[in-house]
């Protein structure tokens, strides 16, 4: 594999001095100890912040590994990333000093097994290399030209007795040895015997070295592809099937119906099917239609005021119908390769059955009644919020015990709701138990809250997390957010970029049209790896209730039918769009990438354009991958600019010319660095461009 092939690249042929950084030990607080090895190795990535918990990756993830390496005075010095797989395998890849003012030193890898990995970066003064600079000034000069030949051609000699030549290498540098001992030989021409190719390229498999130094350990978590990569697709499958009859009743939609949906859903090219609770709804202060707070006898209620006497989390909402259905649900799931995400709220109706086996689940108030839930303003009338601290061993156990039934049922994939309202500590323990026993268990985190909250549920576990893109809308905005998430915070937290929810319609969707829900369908797709929506954006559901950031007659609180056959026959459904997006997807692995992506310069501020390249080292194809995104953010309005491009961030030399490909339309252009668009949202907003050769 690509991966391996340089397992030995850089390796040191010398270890004649080798220190490495202090461990930890049992001395006494005041007794000092060491912390640098003989050659500093500092600002190590990636790590979290704090180093408490791994740092995070999924399989197939091309992670920039890179550290801060430096050394007193002018010697030339190599490094190179030690990695260490699951499996006990050893890689080792050379890094690559990319900004040589600051030190900082970095290599690519793809990594390739799940699970914990370890890695470390090695340094070493590379004697060569620092003959070559110092000779390259003084032979030309005249300076000690013969004492400079005969440092030399001891390195050389010492690196023609180093095991790790192959075959061929140590008599070319024995030869090369005595030509530089060679006073009968013009002085150029010695020099040039040193820097021709051959002994180069020998020397560059393995460096003459000395200094050797081990950085600290660091741990990386590798989890299973669709932790990190992924298009989700949310619906309510009561809602699937449901028939309103004359009288105002209603039959629910079962799995059964909603199991007609799925092919659909997969025809769009989703990979995850995410569904709210289905667990029954209780009727004390069951919620009416726009969250109204008297419900009629045919109103199903919210799925998240959870339980009644058909039971609690572990029940099934009987209208739904059996467990056995739930199965076959999976199960027609999963041939159409698609994997269900089941939403688990941890929270109470008052009927549910733990109100009266587990009071001290919930918060008592001073006149004797349960604490229900708020978000000021909302209210939520119809929810018993749990209270973590009452019972710790006890409410934990019947947690973990709650996920293991949907677990054992087939689920893999969870959807955590309001996460933030509970405790950190116990979602650490949930995440690591569950995980523990089954590592290819997913947790999405649903909360929109404030950002040491958010980043701290992704640094203790959570895969995924929902993310402030759905109220990032300037050119501005999204190029901050999308530099903090692919830089800042990715290497523990990972975005799930949902373009709406069933609570949130923003204005930008709410007064865009089409277009809007094109630009940002498009740019959800392809600046993160994964990305979802929520059923009837397709269709561009966009009124909201007044007042509200959310879908008036909102399917939290009614059944809500949708006539997709008719949208389609009218050409009104935008599944076509999003099924070319999630094809462009799976086309395009530099799009599967969070860590990638390049901002370019545009001369308008409502135009942003970004690309995101990979090698052709990890695209699998032997070609690299290079997509280009130009969106024109005003839904309202055609734009026209000049986009100025950083070739070397698209693979590409100065002055190049290449080709790059319409994705969406399949127009082509002949494009250089500086290239006018205009883009028309009531034709098409966005440019998603593959860059190829001419």
Same mark, same amino acid.
Request: no cysteine; hydrophobic share 40%.
């Given at each position: 594999?690509?991966?391996?092939?340089?397992?030995?690249?850089?390796?040191?042929?010398?270890?004649?001095?080798?220190?490495?950084?202090?461990?930890?030990? =049992?001395?006494?607080?005041?007794?000092?100890?060491?912390?640098?090895?003989?050659?500093?190795?500092?600002?190590?990535?990636?790590?979290?912040?704090?180093?408490?918990?791994?740092?995070?990756?999924?399989?197939?993830?091309?992670?920039?590994?890179?550290?801060?390496?430096?050394?007193?005075?002018?010697?030339?010095?190599?490094?190179?990333?030690?990695?260490?797989?699951?499996?006990?395998?050893?890689?080792?890849?050379?890094?690559?000093?990319?900004?040589?003012?600051?030190? !900082?030193?970095?290599?690519?890898?793809?990594?390739?097994?799940?699970?914990?990995?370890?890695?470390?970066?090695?340094?070493?003064?590379?004697?060569?290399?620092?003959?070559?600079?110092?000779?390259? %000034?003084?032979?030309?000069?005249? %300076?000690?030209?013969?004492?400079?030949?005969?440092?030399?051609?001891?390195?050389?000699?010492?690196?023609?007795?180093?095991?790790?030549?192959?075959?061929?290498?140590?008599?070319?540098?024995?030869?090369?040895?005595?030509?530089?001992?060679?006073?009968?030989?013009?002085?150029?021409?010695?020099?040039?015997?040193?820097?021709?190719?051959?002994?180069?390229?020998?020397?560059?498999?393995?460096?003459?070295?000395?200094?050797?130094?081990?950085?600290?350990?660091?741990?990386?978590?590798?989890?299973?592809?669709?932790?990190?990569?992924?298009?989700?697709?949310?619906?309510?499958?009561?809602?699937?099937?449901?028939?309103?009859?004359?009288?105002?009743?209603?039959?629910?939609?079962?799995?059964?119906?909603?199991?007609?949906?799925?092919?659909?859903?997969?025809?769009?090219?989703?990979?995850?099917?995410? %569904?709210?609770?289905?667990?029954?709804?209780?009727?004390?202060?069951?919620?009416?239609?726009?969250?109204?707070?008297?419900?009629?006898?045919?109103?199903?209620?919210?799925?998240?005021?959870?339980?009644?006497?058909?039971?609690?989390?572990?029940?099934?909402?009987?209208?739904?119908?059996?467990?056995?259905?739930?199965?076959?649900?999976?199960?027609?799931?999963?041939?159409?390769?698609?994997?269900?995400?089941?939403?688990?709220?941890?929270?109470?109706?008052?009927?549910?059955?733990?109100?009266?086996?587990?009071?001290?689940?919930?918060?008592?108030?001073?006149?004797?009644?349960?604490?229900?839930?708020?978000?000021?303003?909302?209210?939520?009338?119809?929810?018993?919020?749990?209270?973590?601290?009452?019972?710790?061993?006890?409410?934990?156990?019947?947690?973990? !015990?709650?996920?293991?039934?949907?677990?054992?049922?087939?689920?893999?994939?969870?959807?955590?709701?309001?996460?933030?309202?509970?405790?950190?500590?116990?979602?650490?323990?949930? %995440?690591?138990?569950?995980?523990?026993?089954?590592?290819?268990?997913?947790?999405?985190?649903?909360?929109?809250?404030?950002?040491?909250?958010?980043?701290?549920?992704?640094?203790?576990?959570?895969?995924?997390?929902?993310?402030?893109?759905?109220?990032?809308?300037?050119?501005?905005?999204?190029?901050?957010?999308?530099?903090?998430?692919?830089?800042?915070?990715?290497?523990?937290?990972?975005?799930?970029?949902?373009?709406?929810?069933?609570?949130?319609?923003?204005?930008?969707?709410?007064?865009?049209?089409?277009?809007?829900?094109?630009?940002?369908?498009?740019?959800?797709?392809?600046?993160?790896?994964?990305?979802?929506?929520?059923?009837?954006?397709?269709?561009?559901?966009?009124?909201?209730?007044?007042?509200?950031?959310?879908?008036?007659?909102?399917?939290?609180?009614?059944?809500?039918?949708?006539?997709?056959?008719?949208?389609?026959?009218?050409?009104? =459904?935008?599944?076509?769009?999003?099924?070319?997006?999630?094809?462009?997807?799976?086309?395009?692995?530099?799009?599967?990438?969070?860590?990638?992506?390049?901002?370019?310069? =545009?001369?308008?501020?409502?135009?942003?354009?970004?690309?995101?390249?990979?090698?052709?080292?990890?695209?699998?194809?032997?070609?690299?991958?290079?997509?280009?995104?130009?969106?024109?953010?005003?839904?309202?309005?055609?734009?026209?600019?000049?986009?100025?491009?950083?070739?070397?961030?698209?693979?590409?030399?100065?002055?190049?010319?290449?080709?790059?490909?319409?994705?969406?339309?399949?127009?082509?252009?002949?494009?250089?660095?500086?290239?006018?668009?205009?883009?028309?949202?009531?034709?098409?907003?966005?440019?998603?461009?593959?860059?190829?050769?001419?």
């Amino acid at each position: 594999m690509a991966d391996t092939q340089a397992a030995d690249s850089a390796r040191p042929a010398s270890t004649r001095t080798r220190s490495t950084g202090a461990r930890r030990s =049992t001395r006494k607080k005041d007794e000092w100890k060491p912390v640098l090895g003989r050659i500093p190795i500092l600002d190590l990535s990636p790590q979290q912040p704090d180093d408490l918990w791994p740092a995070k990756a999924f399989d197939g993830e091309v992670v920039p590994f890179s550290a801060t390496v430096f050394k007193e005075g002018h010697d030339v010095i190599g490094a190179a990333v030690v990695l260490e797989a699951p499996s006990g395998r050893t890689v080792r890849r050379p890094m690559q000093q990319v900004n040589p003012g600051l030190g !900082r030193w970095t290599a690519l890898f793809r990594v390739d097994e799940i699970g914990a990995w370890t890695w470390h970066v090695e340094a070493w003064l590379d004697d060569w290399g620092t003959w070559l600079h110092d000779a390259g %000034i003084k032979i030309p000069a005249g %300076i000690d030209v013969e004492l400079m030949f005969e440092e030399g051609a001891r390195l050389l000699e010492r690196a023609a007795g180093e095991d790790s030549r192959g075959e061929d290498a140590p008599g070319l540098l024995r030869d090369t040895a005595g030509a530089l001992r060679d006073t009968g030989t013009e002085a150029g021409t010695r020099w040039r015997l040193a820097t021709e190719g051959r002994v180069a390229d020998v020397l560059a498999l393995a460096p003459v070295a000395s200094l050797v130094t081990a950085g600290p350990s660091r741990r990386l978590r590798v989890e299973r592809l669709r932790a990190g990569y992924g298009a989700w697709y949310e619906f309510f499958p009561r809602s699937e099937g449901a028939v309103r009859h004359d009288d105002g009743s209603w039959t629910s939609g079962t799995f059964a119906t909603a199991a007609l949906r799925l092919p659909a859903i997969a025809e769009m090219g989703f990979d995850v099917v995410y %569904i709210p609770p289905v667990n029954p709804i209780g009727r004390t202060n069951r919620k009416g239609p726009n969250n109204t707070l008297t419900a009629g006898p045919n109103d199903p209620g919210s799925p998240y005021g959870i339980g009644s006497e058909a039971g609690g989390h572990d029940a099934i909402h009987p209208d739904l119908g059996t467990e056995e259905d739930f199965l076959a649900f999976l199960e027609a799931a999963k041939r159409l390769q698609l994997e269900i995400a089941l939403d688990i709220a941890l929270q109470a109706s008052p009927d549910h059955p733990w109100v009266q086996e587990h009071p001290e689940f919930f918060t008592t108030l001073a006149d004797g009644s349960i604490a229900y839930a708020e978000n000021p303003p909302k209210k939520y009338q119809d929810i018993y919020p749990l209270n973590f601290d009452n019972d710790p061993a006890g409410s934990y156990a019947e947690m973990r !015990r709650v996920f293991q039934v949907w677990i054992d049922r087939g689920v893999r994939i969870f959807r955590i709701d309001n996460p933030h309202t509970k405790p950190l500590a116990f979602w650490e323990r949930l %995440i690591h138990d569950v995980n523990a026993a089954h590592p290819d268990v997913i947790f999405l985190a649903e909360a929109f809250t404030r950002p040491p909250m958010m980043r701290g549920l992704a640094k203790i576990g959570f895969q995924q997390s929902y993310t402030y893109f759905t109220w990032r809308n300037t050119k501005q905005e999204l190029t901050e957010y999308l530099v903090e998430l692919s830089q800042e915070t990715a290497d523990y937290m990972r975005p799930n970029f949902f373009v709406n929810t069933h609570d949130i319609l923003t204005p930008y969707l709410q007064f865009g049209g089409a277009a809007a829900y094109k630009i940002r369908a498009a740019i959800a797709a392809t600046a993160v790896p994964t990305w979802g929506v929520y059923s009837g954006y397709e269709l561009v559901e966009n009124v909201a209730r007044p007042g509200s950031e959310e879908n008036i007659d909102n399917e939290k609180y009614e059944y809500r039918p949708r006539d997709w056959a008719k949208a389609a026959m009218l050409g009104t =459904t935008l599944a076509p769009y999003l099924a070319r997006l999630n094809g462009i997807r799976r086309h395009h692995p530099a799009l599967g990438q969070l860590r990638n992506i390049h901002f370019h310069w =545009t001369e308008s501020e409502d135009v942003i354009a970004y690309s995101k390249h990979l090698d052709a080292e990890f695209t699998g194809t032997g070609r690299p991958d290079t997509v280009l995104v130009i969106a024109n953010l005003d839904p309202h309005g055609a734009r026209e600019t000049v986009v100025h491009l950083d070739l070397a961030q698209l693979g590409r030399l100065p002055g190049d010319r290449f080709t790059v490909r319409d994705l969406i339309t399949g127009a082509q252009w002949e494009w250089g660095s500086d290239d006018y668009v205009r883009l028309d949202p009531y034709a098409e907003p966005v440019h998603i461009l593959a860059v190829e050769d001419r």
